[in-house]
T-cell receptor
Framework: GNSVTQMEGPVTLSEEAFLTINCTYT??????LFWYVQYPGEGLQLLLK?????DKGSNKGFEATYRKETTSFHLEKGSVQVSDSAVYFC????????????FGTGTRLQVTL | EPEVTQTPSHQVTQMGQEVILRCVPI?????FYWYRQILGQKVEFLVS????????KSEIFDDQFSVERPDGSNFTLKIRSTKLEDSAMYFC???????????FGQGTRLTVV
């Protein structure tokens, strides 16, 4: 079956540091890949997505590239801010849709001044 | 901006009691979902609902669970006789179509004691 593995948190960084959160997946076919973010007290929000190999999703300075050869979708940001502190979830859908998502466990990011 | 609203934010119930978790999806959305996250584990798909019937459910969604759209705005998840292992964060989501972005609520934390 489908599965998503994320690096365990928490990840603690100083403001303006470079961020990488690793995500690898197992799926049949060609899944769509997503990063969701959950800010404190809020719901899951779609951060970015990629629907085919070599696509790069980007939003709010975050990027992730769909790497089929390594079955990965690592999240990166060049310079994090305190406001980026949240829990980040990697997810996939094997329907090419945003429904019936398979999620990772989430990685908590804490950014300090 | 339209959002998915869940109530209550936190519910404590005794083992064996029935609970109903409530969600108000975005008004023009047609597809509705429930997910859950047991503490420290992955966010798991429970059920999807379209056109007043379940379109897909996971193996977690057994006879103890039911969903309903009792009126034009609410979408509920009922657990008939709660068990300790039902303690989790429950997320409701909706999407306009089956292949468009799912918007999530902030979650209801259910604690069974």
């Amino acid at each position: 079956g489908n599965s998503v593995t994320q690096m365990e948190g928490p990840v603690t960084l100083s403001e303006e540091a470079f961020l990488t959160i690793n995500c690898t997946y197992t799926a049949t076919g060609y899944p769509s890949l997503f990063w969701y973010v959950q800010y404190p007290g809020e719901g899951l929000q779609l951060l970015l997505k990629a629907t085919k190999a070599d696509d790069k999703g980007s939003n709010k300075g975050f990027e992730a590239t769909y790497r089929k050869e390594t079955t990965s979708f690592h999240l990166e940001k060049g310079s994090v801010q305190v406001s980026d502190s949240a829990v980040y979830f990697c997810a996939l859908s094997d329907r090419g849709t945003a429904s019936k998502l398979t999620f990772g466990t989430g990685t908590r990011l804490q950014v300090t001044l | 901006e339209p959002e998915v609203t869940q109530t209550p934010s936190h519910q404590v119930t005794q083992m064996g009691q029935e609970v109903i978790l409530r969600c108000v999806p975005i008004s023009n959305h047609l597809y509705f979902y429930w997910y859950r996250q047991i503490l420290g584990q992955k966010v798991e798909f429970l059920v999807s609902f379209y056109n007043n019937e379940i379109s897909e459910k996971s193996e977690i969604f057994d006879d103890q669970f039911s969903v309903e759209r009792p009126d034009g705005s609410n979408f509920t998840l009922k657990i008939r006789s709660t068990k300790l292992e039902d303690s989790a964060m429950y997320f409701c989501a909706s999407s306009r179509l089956g292949n468009t972005e799912a918007f999530f609520g902030q979650g209801t934390r259910l604690t069974v004691v």
